[in-house]
Structure formats: structure tokens, C-alpha cells
């Protein structure tokens, strides 16, 4: 789902590069900028104020404590609890138990479905709703301060839901805690979104950001090393700020140790641990909306509603897609690939869950072992393709390909119990393995929407790049609800994200350049600049 002072040290973070900018070369006061009676919002401006070192960490706590270890994970695994606990075995009917090993159903309309299944329609629902966010205020985002205002209300939303599950303590409270999952978990999404439309305005403001870009406005360096080193600055920022929210996620899974270790036959453990990894979030998110520095877009056009413009500013981005064809193919491909990668993290954690009897305890261990690769793997990504110079895609298939051979592990499953997702070291190899490749994953599928995102236009695609990362699970959370259901067996669930991931990394690989991309995103923006009067 942070970063600065020389560019050489990426532990500390001074001079930002705008992930927006890929070779923009103009910079001018926030416009509305017209074409053929569409309204778009191109805010580089000069006159923003300077990011200051007080307002950078409040944005990096922010992140530090918005690490999704409680809306991402504790809460889905209570949820899963009290759903199973209030299940009963297909086989055996109404009043038997569940067992790790049964097909555990729960009354659902007028039959039954597999708490498997509940689980997955719980994230399909809460990524289209999250669909619907993002593309009716995603853009809105872009006028006015009316993104610094959503970001906190959402948040708000967020920390309600999670103090609220401490309320969650008996099987029959299943449906509650279903609610406050769905809730928690779809404001917690649209968080990483609007959290990371505001970093185009904060790195272009940065003292490193705007030398860079005077160095070459003032004809010091080449237009080729100027791209060479934006990106590469960008990849530092990524992967630095990718860093900080594991940080965050080591920290704030240690601190829940001190409640776990000493609580542990408490039945209420499990609430507390969720309230106090709330508490730690509002703890270091708070200062954010405290030092965040006005930079608002221009304002709203007029006869536009908030409701509104949204729609048909991506409506009048999809039209130019063929001026874009890298960037949309990447959008639509990564669209794809977040769908299988997020659904088969799902999947898997819910064999974890069963595996390990939904023991907070153990999946704290485990996401311990997960954030700690996961920082060390984050600045090792970074060091060798800084060292090598390694192009940002070339570094992203190597994840790519890691993302693929985590759902066939699984399929492995479906023929033998001696891998696939049935043992315990298996759970540990998994989250090892995710932490080394998945954290950079995340670092560099956002470089690369920075590479082909038009400049000025940044809440635009990047409200697609956040629908195509964190909205874009409706189609496998529903395909592979349907098919547990009918199957009785989680793992038949692996063929089809296997698929989905495979077809979405080649697309990736051969039908994405980067190079080319970058400079119809650049040729596409000051076209809509130089129509402004169309």
C-alpha cells in the first residue's frame, strides 16, 4: 500500500522528485486547461510553498502508522473467526461444528455459502464500492483543497470502524464484523489512494525537486540525464517510502506482543490488539492533517459539482487512449495483475487463518517475518538497480515473476498434500518470499504509473492507478467465491489467479515501453495546454 536530505542516502529523505513529472519541462500557475469542451486541471505552479522537514516526516508517519496491519489483517482474521464460529460442516448439517479440515457453511439468502465464500464476496463488494470512490471524487481531488479535507474524513472513517471492533466478541456478532471489515477496509484503501495523490504536490516542492529541475531548465545537464536521474530519484523516493510503511508495520506488530504474550488465554485479546494498533495509527497520523501546508488546485469550474467532474474528466482521458497506448495498456494490464495478486493474498491468507486457528499470535510472527524482509528487500531492490542502473521495468519483471509462482504454488495444492499451502513452513516460506519481492513490486509498479503519467495531471491517473491497484479486485474475489462455493475446496481457487497473473505480467512485459510512453504522456499535456483555448 515516504522518504529524504541527499540524494546518495536514501535512509534519509530531503529532495523529492515529483512522480508526476517525467520529463515535464514546463512549469506554470495552476490553469484549467480545455479541449473540445472537457475540463482538466494541469497544477504546476511555482508559487507552492517550499516543503518544509516538519511537514515531510508528519507525511511519512502518516504512512508509518497507515500500514493495513489492523483493517488489512487483524480484522479480516476476527472476521473469519466469529464466521466460522457461528458456522457449521455442509456434512453434518445445522449444530456441528467446523474443523479445519470440513467445508464450513453459513446461512446466506435462502441456502448456505462457505465461509470461504463470504469472505471473498466481502472483498469483491469492498472493492467495487471502492471503485465507485475513486472514479466519482478520485479527480475531484485535483480542485481546490477539497482532496486535504477527503483524506481526512476518510481516515476518520477508518479509525472509527477499527476502535469499533472491540465491540466484536461473540460468534453471533459474524454479520457486525463483517460490516466493520468491509468499512474499515474500504476507507483503509481509500487512504493509500489519496494519500498518494498528494505526493506529486509535495515532491515537486521539495529543495532537491526544484534544483533538479532548475539545473536543467538552465541548460547545466542534458535533457537525457535529466530523465535518467528523475527517474532514478523517483525510485529511491518509492522505494524509500515503501521502507517507511514496513517500519511501521514491525513496530506496531511488536507493540501488539505486549498485549498478545501476556493475554493470551484473555477472549478478548483479540479487540485489544485491533484498538491498540488503531491507537498507534492515530498516533502518528494525526500530524499530517496538523503541518500539511496549503496547496490547493484551482478551483471548481463553474456549473461542475464534485459528484460530477470526476466522470468526465475519465471519460475524457479514455478517449485520448490512443494518444496514451502504453500508458492505458499498463493501467488495464496492472489492473489485472492487482487483481490477481490482492485476491490470491486473500486466499491465502484465509488457508493461513484455518492453518493456524485464526491465532493472532501467529499471525503477528508471520507479518513480522514478512515486514522485516520486506524493508531489508526494499533497499536492496534499490541499491542494485541503483549500482547497475537497471531500468524500473526490468527490476518490476523480476517481481512480476515471483507474483505468478505464488498462486501456482498453491495450485500445486490441489493434487498433493505435501506442498501448496497445506503445512506450516510453507506459510513462513510464503510470507518470506512475499516480503522480498512483493515489497518492491509495490515500490515499482508506482514508478512506473510516474513514468507514464502526463504532467499536471496527476490525480487524473493516478485516481486510475489507484482503481486499477486497490479497486480492481471485483472480478476475482467473485470468480473464485463461485468456485470454492461450488467445490468445497479453497485451493481449486489457484488456476484461475495463476491465470489471471500470467496473462497480466506478458501483456506487461511485451506490450508496455516505457521509453516511448514517457514522451507521448509529455507530448499529450502540453498538446491540452497549447488547445487551451479550443
Not at 118 to 138: D, Q
Not at 180 to 199: C, H, K, N, Q, R
Request: net charge neutral.
Amino acid at each position: 500500500m515516504s522518504r529524504l536530505p541527499a540524494p546518495e542516502n536514501p535512509g534519509v529523505v530531503e529532495g523529492d522528485e515529483d512522480p508526476s513529472k517525467s520529463s515535464s519541462l514546463e512549469i506554470q500557475q495552476p490553469e484549467l486547461q480545455k479541449r473540445k469542451g472537457i475540463t482538466f486541471v494541469s497544477s504546476i505552479s511555482k508559487d507552492e510553498p517550499e516543503v518544509t522537514r516538519r511537514e515531510l516526516w508528519a507525511y511519512y508517519l502518516y504512512y508509518n502508522g497507515d500500514n493495513g496491519v489492523g483493517p488489512n489483517g487483524y480484522s479480516l482474521t476476527l472476521f473469519q473467526l466469529w464466521a466460522t464460529a457461528a458456522g457449521y460442516d455442509r456434512a453434518q448439517g445445522p449444530g456441528s461444528s467446523c474443523t479445519a479440515s470440513s467445508d464450513c457453511v453459513l446461512p446466506w439468502g435462502n441456502g448456505v455459502k462457505a465461509v470461504a465464500s463470504v469472505v471473498l464476496v466481502a472483498n469483491g463488494v469492498s472493492f467495487a464500492v471502492m471503485t465507485f470512490i475513486f472514479t466519482t471524487i478520485g479527480s475531484a481531488a485535483d480542485y481546490g483543497s477539497f482532496g486535504r479535507w477527503l483524506l481526512l474524513v476518510i481516515t476518520c472513517i477508518c479509525w472509527g470502524a477499527q476502535f469499533a471492533s472491540v465491540s466484536l466478541t461473540s460468534p453471533s456478532r459474524w454479520g457486525a464484523a463483517m460490516a466493520l471489515y468491509m468499512i474499515g477496509f474500504i476507507s483503509y484503501g481509500a487512504t493509500l489512494v489519496f494519500y498518494a495523490a498528494v505526493f506529486p504536490r509535495l515532491a515537486r516542492n521539495t529543495h532537491h525537486s526544484r534544483a533538479l529541475r532548475a539545473s536543467y531548465e538552465a541548460g547545466e545537464i542534458d535533457h537525457e540525464v535529466y530523465e535518467t536521474e528523475e527517474s532514478l530519484e523517483k525510485n529511491r523516493i518509492s522505494n524509500i517510502s515503501t521502507a517507511h510503511s514496513n517500519i511501521g508495520y514491525i513496530a506496531t506488530l511488536c507493540l501488539n506482543l505486549s498485549l498478545l504474550l501476556p493475554l493470551t488465554n484473555n477472549p478478548k485479546v483479540n479487540n485489544y490488539v485491533i484498538v491498540l494498533t488503531n491507537g498507534y495509527w492515530v498516533l502518528t497520523g494525526i500530524w499530517w492533517f496538523i503541518f500539511q501546508q496549503p496547496r490547493p488546485g484551482p478551483p471548481l469550474p463553474k456549473g461542475e459539482h464534485y459528484l460530477t467532474v470526476g466522470w468526465k474528466q475519465i471519460w475524457a482521458a479514455l478517449k485520448q487512449y490512443k494518444k496514451l497506448p502504453y500508458t492505458f495498456t499498463y493501467i488495464f494490464a496492472f489492473f489485472l495483475l492487482a487483481d490477481g495478486l490482492n485476491t490470491t493474498g486473500t486466499l491465502v491468507l484465509i488457508c493461513q487463518n484455518d492453518k493456524f486457528s485464526f491465532s493472532f499470535l501467529q499471525n503477528t510472527y508471520l507479518g513480522l517475518a514478512q515486514a522485516i524482509t520486506s524493508t531489508a528487500s526494499t533497499f536492496g531492490f534499490w541499491y542494485i538497480q541503483k549500482y547497475w542502473k537497471i531500468s524500473t521495468k526490468k527490476m518490476f519483471v523480476v517481481t512480476n515473476v515471483v507474483t505468478i509462482l505464488i498462486p501456482l504454488w498453491g495450485m500445486i495444492g490441489i493434487w498433493t498434500n505435501t506442498i501448496g499451502y497445506h503445512n506450516v513452513w510453507e506459510f513462513w516460506f510464503y510470507n518470506v518470499i512475499f516480503g522480498i519481492f512483493q515489497a518492491p513490486y509495490y515500490a515499482f509498479s508506482q514508478t512506473m504509473m510516474a513514468e507514464l503519467t502526463p504532467p499536471g495531471f496527476d490525480n487524473m491517473f493516478f485516481g486510475l492507478f489507484g482503481l486499477s491497484n486497490r479497486a480492481s479486485s471485483m472480478i476475482g474475489p467473485n470468480v473464485i467465491q463461485a468456485i470454492i462455493n461450488n467445490s468445497g475446496n479453497n485451493w481449486m481457487g489457484f488456476p484461475f489467479l495463476f491465470a489471471l497473473c500470467t496473462a497480466a505480467s506478458l501483456v506487461i512485459w511485451f506490450g508496455v515501453d516505457i521509453h516511448k510512453g514517457r514522451r507521448d504522456a509529455v507530448a499529450w499535456a502540453k498538446d491540452i495546454r497549447n488547445s487551451q483555448g479550443e
